[in-house]
């Protein structure tokens, strides 16, 4: 699992300095990068959770799906922690209007696994 959790954090780094590079250098190859539809949401996941655990390391990163309910969106995360020799999980629930995708709400919930 938690190869596959560092394989998409790999995937989404790269991702995001492709488009960062090809957003900043001109380029004359027809190859399109795209950055996933969660990548703001990620962000926004990490800088809070390293907010709420500034002791800790994030060493893992998954995006697990998202929840369209009616008007509103919720993107799914789980972050790996590390924090001295204690590793844990923090699952983040990110709630968004979608039409606006104005955030609604975040939520942490710790895991052993």
Same mark, same amino acid.
């Given at each position: 699992?938690?190869?596959i959790i560092r394989k998409t954090f790999l995937a989404l780094g790269v991702l995001i300095t492709v488009h960062s590079a090809a957003t900043h250098t001109p380029t004359n190859t027809?190859?399109?990068q795209?950055?996933?539809a969660y990548a703001k949401? $990620?962000?926004?996941?990490?800088?809070e959770t390293q907010s709420k655990y500034p002791n800790a390391n994030i060493i893992d990163y998954l995006h697990e799906g998202r929840e369209s309910k009616e008007d509103s969106t919720i993107e799914k995360f789980k972050l790996w922690l590390k924090d001295? @020799? @204690?590793?844990? $999980?923090?699952?983040?629930?990110?709630?968004y209007t979608t039409k606006t995708e104005k955030l609604v709400s975040i939520e942490f919930q710790e895991s052993s696994r």
């Amino acid at each position: 699992m938690r190869s596959i959790i560092r394989k998409t954090f790999l995937a989404l780094g790269v991702l995001i300095t492709v488009h960062s590079a090809a957003t900043h250098t001109p380029t004359n190859t027809h190859t399109h990068q795209e950055i996933p539809a969660y990548a703001k949401w $990620g962000k926004i996941a990490i800088k809070e959770t390293q907010s709420k655990y500034p002791n800790a390391n994030i060493i893992d990163y998954l995006h697990e799906g998202r929840e369209s309910k009616e008007d509103s969106t919720i993107e799914k995360f789980k972050l790996w922690l590390k924090d001295g @020799n @204690n590793e844990f $999980g923090v699952f983040v629930r990110i709630k968004y209007t979608t039409k606006t995708e104005k955030l609604v709400s975040i939520e942490f919930q710790e895991s052993s696994r």
